[in-house]
């Protein structure tokens, strides 16, 4: 089971911003949301899948792209926080349902309220 669901947006004068995260508790630093947001950005604009190692966790990822190529809107990664020993294949199918409800909803900010029961869903995985 993931340890939560975290929400980036790139601004072009700050930097990788937390759009929202579920659970609650869930501890998001701007390390973590800066190398979330650079494993996609160091492969392509294009939308796509990354997957990274932490030291305490690992990050399976989804971004929107930017540019030509995009799905929703620009610019958003959707990244589900995973333990250490988890493999981040697991949840790629998952993951593609996830972020595109959860970037359909971005427009009218509504996107925040389907956070828990999307992390709940993870549970059957």
């Known amino acids: 089971m993931p340890v939560g669901i975290l929400v980036i947006r790139w601004d072009n004068e700050i ?5 929202g ?7 998001i630093t701007n390390n973590l949301l800066t190398q979330v947001y650079s494993s996609h950005r160091y492969q392509s604009l294009k939308p796509g899948f990354a997957s990274i190692a932490l030291k ?3 990050v399976v990822s989804f971004f929107s792209g930017v540019g030509q190529e995009f ?3 620009e610019n ?6 995973l333990r250490r020993d988890e493999k981040p294949g697991k949840y ?3 993951l593609k349902i996830i972020a595109a409800e ?3 909803k971005i427009p009218d900010d509504t ?7 999307l992390y709940n869903q993870l549970a059957k995985v």
Do not use: D, H, Q
């Open 15 to 19: 930097g990788p911003i937390n759009e």
């Open 21 to 27: 995260f579920y659970p609650e508790t869930l501890k």
């Open 56 to 58: 305490n966790s690992k």
């Open 71 to 73: 799905i929703s809107v």
């Open 76 to 81: 958003y990664v959707v990244a589900l926080i």
């Open 92 to 94: 790629r199918e998952v």
């Open 102 to 104: 959860i970037l359909e």
């Open 111 to 117: 996107f925040k309220k389907v956070l828990p029961r």
